[in-house]
């Protein structure tokens, strides 16, 4: 009979492994699996909701669209498949057969409404695309989980047989748009029906159907260097997770995508290796969240890196990729597995048609946002930037929280909630809801990339309608140090925030005697590398009335969860151009900082920072366009 992942006599020896593996997952598959077979509740945000005997797949007392979609995913169906593996009870099997079966008698496709209606991507119920799609691929492994036992019977199969079929003809009849990740969904739902099912008549039009969509999805999604096109690193994660699922699927079958596919797809894994940490989370600009390292497991598996593995999260490879596959790559990481964390992999690095740079060296990495906004799930943050150092992030973007509609929201997608220049209070782009942006909406351009200098410069026009201009430029100092001289042109006057989010909860600031400009020392400390004290020295240099302070703000490394930060910001109002020169050194142990090297003098009417170590010099100041 068909399979893709394992046949059926495998099952119970694929069990056998997985239980070894993982003793921990599989205990706690087989506890929700029990749950599942007491009763019919699911778990929503911490809020367990019954859904009636049998189950009524459309109840839904939250108001939230959310809830009847994800549950008509059928997500839960890989604990009841892991427990009747590892277990061979038929009860885990039965209480399977009965949720599918329950669905199909009550779900009937939309027959009668018009395609436009079925293609729409927010439409609600159970046969959104996006839904049959996850809700298909979900099935296909509940296939694998299942065939063979005594509940999944002949006469049982062919009622679950002809809802695949129908789940397949409706995806392959109603195609959506491909411009979001979403129809990635859709299709590996199809793709994994008609790879598994290879011998029935349909097959070989779906699989070719589903293959096409997928190359268009992956070169309209994804810009040419390899970032998808929302320029959000989780999003990111999904659709790559995605894409390169669909690439092993092939692979099964001793098929492949095209060679611009392929291109593409090793683009996204660069991408999100760069987008990592120091301390191995992700950098959570835009929609994002820093609770977790990218999930580069199936990558990890696709291109055979075990230096790419992420233990906690590799038991989801499993039922892919079998045993075999799996235990060669935990062996060959356990070589790794020592290593301290660096992430210096390609710095400096540049992906120039999305806009993320990065700079730095093995103890040192900054990454520079030079992006455009990306959409809803954008954030109002250009030419901001996350600073880690000695394994841990200093500085840093402050995530999401929620996605819900309330001034929090509003908040962490805001200017001010970033590592930039706020003008006037006001945000770079107008901010309308939670996934919507007013006009105009902020234009970054790049200035200068000169990686051999570690040296990047761009500005953005957002508050071009207030008469601003910000200009960013930042240097990598072989010492040690980050320079980042910011310059706002302007008409009238304007106040000015030069806002920088810190990790460092214990900040003392000094007012530095200058006669021409205001110059500021601050010292920040609080957290350890090791045993030792991880900190930040700083040198504010701004126009005369400049002042410095410390206050209070929040990250959000969990959804709606807030960890404090504090925020050293330079303030300034103005009728004249704006200007703020900041020096950042991170140490370990004992700052070694020396004010007296760093002097601000103008020349041709602008600042100029000059630093001056004995024989050595360096000057540092806008640098003209390329």
């Not at 992906?351 to 103890?363: I, N, V």
């Not at 909630?417 to 006009?439: C, E, F, I, K, S």
Request: hydrophobic share 40%; with cysteine.
């Amino acid at each position: 009979m068909d399979h893709l992942f394992f046949k059926a006599e495998d099952r119970s020896e694929w069990g056998t492994s997985y239980r070894r593996l993982f003793p921990q997952k599989t205990e706690e598959a087989i506890a929700e699996a029990d749950r599942w077979c007491q009763g019919s509740s699911f778990l929503w945000k911490g809020r367990e909701i019954d859904m009636g005997d049998p189950i009524d797949w459309l109840h839904n007392p939250t108001g939230d669209k959310e809830f009847t979609w994800g549950i008509n995913r059928f997500k839960h169906l890989r604990a009841l498949g892991i427990a009747y593996a590892c277990t061979g009870e038929e009860k885990y099997a039965a209480k399977a057969l009965e949720h599918i079966l329950g669905w199909i008698e009550t779900q009937p496709y939309p027959r009668e409404l018009p395609a436009q209606e079925i293609v729409y991507f927010q439409r609600p119920g159970p046969w959104r695309l996006l839904e049959t799609g996850l809700r298909l691929r979900q099935w296909v492994y509940a296939y694998h989980f299942f065939h063979g036992s005594d509940s999944w019977n002949e006469a049982e199969e062919r009622r679950f047989f002809a809802s695949v079929k129908e789940h397949a003809w409706f995806l392959s009849t109603y195609p959506a748009s491909i411009e979001i990740n979403h129809s990635i969904m859709h299709m590996i739902g199809l793709l994994s029906a008609s790879l598994t099912f290879g011998s029935w008549d349909e097959s070989a039009a779906w699989r070719a159907f589903a293959i096409e969509r997928l190359e268009s999805c992956i070169r309209v999604q994804v810009l040419q260097d390899g970032v998808h096109t929302e320029l959000t690193p989780h999003y990111h994660m999904v659709s790559l997770e995605l894409f390169i699922d669909c690439a092993d699927m092939l692979r099964k079958r001793g098929l492949t995508f095209s060679e611009e596919y392929e291109r593409i797809l090793a683009g996204m894994v660069r991408f999100s290796r760069c987008m990592t940490r120091q301390d191995g989370s992700m950098a959570p600009f835009a929609d994002s969240y820093a609770s977790h390292p990218p999930d580069v497991n199936a990558a990890a598996l696709y291109y055979g890196r075990p230096d790419w593995i992420l233990h906690e999260q590799i038991h989801e490879q499993f039922w892919t990729v079998g045993p075999e596959r799996l235990t060669t790559l935990i062996e060959g990481a356990e070589h790794n597995q020592d290593m301290p964390i660096a992430n210096d992999e390609g710095l400096p690095f540049a992906f120039p048609e999305a806009g993320y740079y990065g700079l730095g060296d093995a103890q040192h990495k900054l990454i520079f946002d030079a992006a455009a906004l990306g959409g809803p799930h954008g954030h109002a943050d250009a030419l901001s930037f996350e600073l880690c150092a000695y394994g841990e992030a200093l500085f840093v973007d402050p995530g999401t929280y929620t996605y819900v509609e309330n001034p929090w929201r509003r908040y962490f997608k805001s200017t001010s909630a970033h590592n930039t220049v706020l003008v006037d209070g006001q945000d770079q782009t107008p901010y309308l809801r939670t996934q919507r942006w007013g006009t105009p909406e902020a234009q970054v351009t790049l200035t200068n990339w000169e990686p051999e200098r570690q040296l990047i410069c761009a500005e953005h026009n957002g508050y071009e309608a207030r008469g601003v201009t910000h200009c960013r430029a930042v240097w990598f100092l072989p010492s040690g140090e980050w320079v980042i001289y910011d310059r706002l042109t302007s008409t009238g006057a304007h106040t000015y925030q030069h806002r920088l989010h810190s990790r460092l909860l214990e900040w003392k600031i000094e007012k530095l005697a200058e006669q021409q400009h205001a110059a500021f020392y601050a010292k920040g400390a609080g957290l350890l590398t090791g045993q030792q004290p991880l900190g930040c020295e700083m040198l504010v240099f701004g126009p005369k009335t400049m002042e410095l302070d410390v206050e209070d703000s929040w990250e959000s490394v969990h959804p709606m969860t807030m960890a404090a930060l504090k925020v050293v910001q330079g303030l300034l109002t103005t009728a004249e151009d704006g200007w703020f020169i900041t020096v950042l050194k991170p140490f370990v142990g004992e700052g070694e900082l020396r004010p007296a090297e760093w002097q601000v003098h103008a020349e041709h009417g602008q600042p100029v920072l000059s630093w001056i170590r004995g024989r050595e010099a360096a000057y540092f100041h806008l640098p003209a366009q390329q």
